[in-house]
Nanobody
Framework: VQLQASGGGLVQTGDSLRLSCAAS????????MGWFRQAPGKEREFVAA????????GYSDSVKGRFTISRDNAKNTVYLQMSSLQPEDTAVYYC?????????????????????WGQGTLVTVSS
């Protein structure tokens, strides 16, 4: 699976932005998908994840209620709708894929669980 993230940019505090992650391959629908981010000088952290079926989602506490993850399996794409952006959301955002078909929905927040990673897209939120 190859992943291509896009949609990053420079926005102001309170703005919204939608990230997209396009995946190659015909088995996208069997992959759990996650978004992670890494701010300058910080460790990479979990943001959101969605199960291969789309039936389950998970969010970090820092983005819960502001970000929404979704997927369109017909388009092999996962989205991250971000609203009420804050300067602390500034980071490079990465999408990742974990083959999940037939497996339980667990530990989706652990980056080592994901086998495939996109190149990242930069989101900068100015104050």
């Amino acid at each position: 699976v190859q992943l291509q993230a896009s949609g990053g940019g420079l926005v102001q505090t309170g703005d919204s932005l939608r990230l997209s992650c396009a995946a190659s391959g015909r088995t996208f629908s069997r992959y759990n998908m996650g978004w992670f981010r890494q701010a300058p000088g910080k460790e990479r952290e979990f943001v959101a994840a969605i199960a291969w079926s789309g039936g389950s989602t998970g969010y970090s506490d820092s983005v819960k209620g502001r970000f929404t993850i979704s997927r369109d399996n017909a388009k092999n794409t996962v989205y991250l709708q971000m609203s009420s952006l804050q300067p602390e959301d500034t980071a490079v955002y990465y999408c990742a894929a974990d083959y999940g078909y037939g497996s339980s929905w667990s530990r989706y927040f652990v980056d080592s669980k994901y086998e495939y990673w996109g190149q990242g897209t930069l989101v900068t939120v100015s104050s």
